[in-house]
């Protein structure tokens, strides 16, 4: 489903659901003058394009993960795809991307302590074949972590 062909309805049942993700169908049916069938049907074919997807969101410090950081690295030329898929696969990563900036990806990730994170970086990224330099910025304070991002109809549309 490309993004013009989503409606209104389309947009509330993704603000409704990142607001809480356990919103009955029957609340955004009565809340869009739809019926609960309807809300259903574009639910799935949300899911089914691969607009939204639910999952549950674990707080890392609760389970006791105190050591959050954002990594800055550099690959050797050609070599990031590969680098990519091999860090995508390591269980302290929760997000990875490639960048066209200072560095060629930029990786979170979540270590229960400054040990962990050392121990991290020493065994698991830098002898990746590829990886020839990294900078760690450790996560003092977030100030947002929203998941609730979507595009307004306007916006979704570029305004036209």
Request: glycine share 6%; with cysteine.
């Amino acid at each position: 489903m490309p993004p013009q062909e989503m409606d209104e309805l389309d947009h509330l049942i993704l603000q409704t659901l990142q607001q809480d993700g356990r919103t009955p169908f029957t609340h955004i049916a009565r809340q869009a003058g739809v019926s609960e069938t309807t809300v259903r049907l574009r639910y799935r074919a949300l899911v089914e394009a691969g607009v939204i997807r639910t999952v549950g969101i674990v707080d890392p410090y609760a389970l006791g993960f105190h050591a959050p950081a954002l990594v800055g690295i550099n690959v050797a030329p050609g070599q990031v795809d590969e680098v990519a898929r091999r860090i995508a696969h390591l269980p302290e990563v929760s997000y990875l991307v490639m960048t066209l900036g200072s560095f060629d990806l930029v990786m979170e990730v979540f270590c229960r302590d400054l040990r962990h994170l050392t121990d991290f970086l020493l065994q698991h990224i830098h002898p990746i074949p590829g990886v020839y330099s990294t900078q760690t910025l450790m996560i003092a304070r977030s100030y947002k972590l929203s998941y609730r991002w979507s595009p307004t109809p306007d916006e979704a549309t570029n305004g036209e």
